[in-house]
Nanobody
Framework: VQLQAFGGGSVQPGGSLTLSCAVS????????IGWFRQAPEKEREGLSC????????DYAASVKGRFTISRDKAKNTVYLQMNSLKPEDTAVYYC???????????????????WGQGTLVTVSS
């Protein structure tokens, strides 16, 4: 199981970025995928999750209405579209999967078994 997150960068407040999580050695038909972030000196927090079973999604309150998780099964990739970015969104963003489960626990994975490497998002003027 491998995941690779990319697409981070620097953006001004109010701007947008789309992160990608490319998965390999498994398909999106089987396991739920979650996005997380960790800001400096803060704990890692769950942001959003997409279930493999039906593609249902959920979001943390801090990003609901601004971030959108989606998937492209043909490309075996999960995306996180981030709009209306704020300085407090600055963090390293990670994707992860729960091997063996197709569903999420709200906006989080039930368990996190494999992580992709992080991609840095900086929101600053």
């Amino acid at each position: 199981v491998q995941l690779q997150a990319f697409g981070g960068g620097s953006v001004q407040p109010g701007g947008s970025l789309t992160l990608s999580c490319a998965v390999s050695r498994f398909t999106l038909d089987y396991y739920a995928i979650g996005w997380f972030r960790q800001a400096p000196e803060k704990e890692r927090e769950g942001l959003s999750c997409i279930a493999s079973s039906d593609g249902s999604t959920d979001y943390a309150a801090s990003v609901k209405g601004r971030f959108t998780i989606s998937r492209d099964k043909a490309k075996n990739t999960v995306y996180l579209q981030m709009n209306s970015l704020k300085p407090e969104d600055t963090a390293v963003y990670y994707c992860a999967t729960d091997v063996g489960r197709s569903r999420c626990s709200g906006y989080k994975l039930v368990e996190t078994d494999y992580w992709g490497q992080g991609t840095l998002v900086t929101v600053s003027s």
